[in-house]
């Protein structure tokens, strides 16, 4: 079903993992779609692959361009020649480990990008926003289920970026009300686009749970770690909200139609998750269900920084984007091992 009137989207970070299954979802809904990336965690085979997934005809509405957002000029080429209609702005760095090491790095990329960012959709008067921030501006909550109107707490300087960036949204929504901004809270994104063309595809040794067991199935890793059999849960093991990233896709669809059709959305945070926690121990049998491959693993001390359980309520965006996730862990599990299946290299070409 396309949208009446072509509606033009900037997509930041569009060929990342959550990017390129969002730019699916946007070009078959009738958008149309201009990427910036760097390509500084992710390649171009990845769009490549967007545009052999839609068709060619599809494939004409979306334009990719190479640059930085902290080149405010990189930015400014892109707005003086179209006009936009909004922004998704996914294009970000997200590796805790890494901001607690170099957080200089983060808050230059994820700060200085995002206003850069900001200061270029005002000029043009483009006010229309939906930003990715995390579930990680939770903390370590105090209650499950998360719902919007919680405290908000920063544990590293990656989460840092995502806080100052939600505040941030907010100040400019209440210095100037006419900017529309979706905030969206992702939990944990997993899965990938059910073709297995298009997939997470982690630089290095993935710090995330399934990407690192896809590589335990395919043999790139011997084991996986499970960190933490002592938590206060029915097995031991820490429990997450994983969310399918097609639903997540999804979602960004929602809260763009919302975006525009609400005058009175303002700054506006809502939760994308499914509202079902999954210990790391039902993830991986729901794993090997899924690929009939045996994970191995080995017991280990709790990682610092972890929470015992996080997972959403979904009440808001049910009720006001009118969006619910569809897919649960099975068929999450289902769709990331098609991917490692047919990509136990990600996009490399050549084994
Ligand atoms: P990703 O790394 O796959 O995609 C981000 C993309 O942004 C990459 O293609 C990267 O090259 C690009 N990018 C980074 N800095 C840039 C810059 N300065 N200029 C231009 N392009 C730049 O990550 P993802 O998993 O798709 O995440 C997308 C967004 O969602 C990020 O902002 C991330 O913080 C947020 N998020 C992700 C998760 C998750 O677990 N994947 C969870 C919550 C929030
Ligand atoms: C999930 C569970 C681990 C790896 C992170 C970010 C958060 C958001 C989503 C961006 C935990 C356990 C993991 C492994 C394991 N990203 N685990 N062995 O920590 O919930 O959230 O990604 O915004 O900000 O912090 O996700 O996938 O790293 O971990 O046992 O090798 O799996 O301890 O309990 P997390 P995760």
Same mark, same amino acid.
Request: aromatic share 10%.
């Given at each position: 079903?396309?949208?009446?009137?072509?509606?033009?989207?900037?997509?930041?970070?569009?060929?990342?993992?959550?990017?390129?299954?969002?730019?699916?979802?946007?070009?078959?809904?009738?958008?149309?779609?201009?990427?910036?990336?760097?390509?500084?965690?992710?390649?171009?085979?990845?769009?490549?692959?967007?545009?052999?997934?839609?068709?060619?005809?599809?494939?004409?509405?979306?334009?990719?361009?190479?640059?930085?957002?902290?080149?405010?000029?990189?930015?400014?080429?892109?707005?003086?020649?179209?006009?936009?209609?909004?922004?998704?702005?996914?294009?970000?760095?997200?590796?805790?480990?890494?901001?607690?090491?170099?957080?200089?790095?983060?808050?230059?990329?994820?700060?200085?990008?995002?206003?850069?960012?900001?200061?270029?959709?005002?000029?043009?008067?483009?006010?229309?926003?939906?930003?990715?921030?995390?579930?990680?501006?939770?903390?370590?909550?105090?209650?499950?289920?998360?719902?919007?109107?919680?405290?908000?707490?920063?544990?590293?300087?990656?989460?840092?970026?995502?806080?100052?960036?939600?505040?941030?949204?907010?100040?400019?929504?209440?210095?100037?009300?006419?900017?529309?901004?979706?905030?969206?809270?992702?939990?944990?994104?997993?899965?990938?686009?059910?073709?297995?063309?298009?997939?997470?595809?982690?630089?290095?040794?993935?710090?995330?749970?399934?990407?690192?067991?896809?590589?335990?199935?395919?043999?790139? !890793?011997?084991?996986?770690?499970?960190?933490?059999?002592?938590?206060?849960? &029915?097995?031991?093991?820490?429990?997450?909200?994983?969310?399918?990233?097609?639903?997540?896709?999804?979602?960004?669809?929602?809260?763009?139609?919302?975006?525009?059709?609400?005058?009175?959305?303002?700054?506006?945070?809502?939760? !994308?998750?499914?509202?079902?926690?999954?210990?790391?121990?039902?993830?991986?049998?729901?794993? &090997?269900?899924?690929?009939?491959?045996?994970?191995?693993?080995? !017991?280990?001390?709790?990682?610092?920084?972890?929470?015992?359980?996080?997972?959403?309520?979904?009440?808001?965006?049910?009720?006001?984007?009118?969006?619910?996730?569809?897919?649960?862990?099975?068929?999450?599990?289902?769709?990331?091992?098609?991917?490692?299946?047919?990509?136990?290299?990600?996009?490399?070409?050549?084994?």
């Amino acid at each position: 079903m396309g949208s009446s009137v072509e509606q033009n989207i900037l997509v930041t970070g569009g060929a990342g993992f959550i990017g390129t299954h969002t730019v699916v979802q946007l070009l078959k809904e009738g958008f149309k779609v201009s990427i910036i990336d760097n390509l500084d965690n992710s390649v171009i085979e990845a769009v490549d692959r967007v545009r052999e997934l839609v068709g060619p005809d599809l494939s004409k509405k979306l334009e990719f361009n190479l640059g930085d957002l902290r080149n405010k000029g990189d930015i400014e080429k892109l707005f003086s020649k179209q006009r936009f209609d909004a922004v998704i702005h996914f294009a970000g760095l997200k590796a805790v480990g890494e901001s607690v090491g170099n957080p200089r790095r983060y808050f230059d990329n994820n700060l200085v990008g995002t206003i850069n960012l900001y200061e270029t959709m005002a000029k043009y008067n483009c006010k229309m926003m939906v930003f990715s921030s995390s579930a990680t501006v939770y903390g370590q909550p105090e209650k499950i289920p998360c719902m919007e109107d919680f405290e908000l707490k920063a544990m590293n300087p990656y989460g840092r970026t995502k806080l100052f960036l939600e505040e941030i949204a907010r100040d400019i929504h209440g210095a100037e009300p006419e900017w529309r901004i979706v905030l969206l809270r992702y939990f944990n994104p997993v899965g990938a686009h059910e073709s297995g063309r298009i997939g997470e595809d982690p630089k290095g040794i993935p710090n995330n749970l399934m990407p690192y067991i896809q590589q335990v199935a395919v043999g790139r !890793l011997p084991e996986l770690n499970v960190y933490g059999h002592d938590y206060p849960t &029915e097995d031991g093991s820490a429990v997450r909200d994983y969310i399918h990233v097609m639903d997540l896709a999804d979602g960004h669809i929602a809260a763009l139609r919302k975006l525009f059709a609400d005058p009175k959305i303002g700054c506006t945070a809502y939760n !994308l998750g499914t509202g079902r926690g999954t210990s790391v121990l039902e993830m991986v049998a729901a794993f &090997e269900k899924a690929s009939g491959k045996k994970i191995p693993i080995k !017991l280990c001390p709790r990682r610092s920084g972890d929470a015992t359980a996080v997972y959403a309520s979904t009440e808001r965006a049910e009720k006001e984007l009118g969006w619910k996730a569809k897919y649960g862990v099975d068929e999450m599990c289902r769709d990331q091992w098609n991917w490692a299946n047919n990509n136990p290299w990600g996009y490399q070409r050549k084994l």
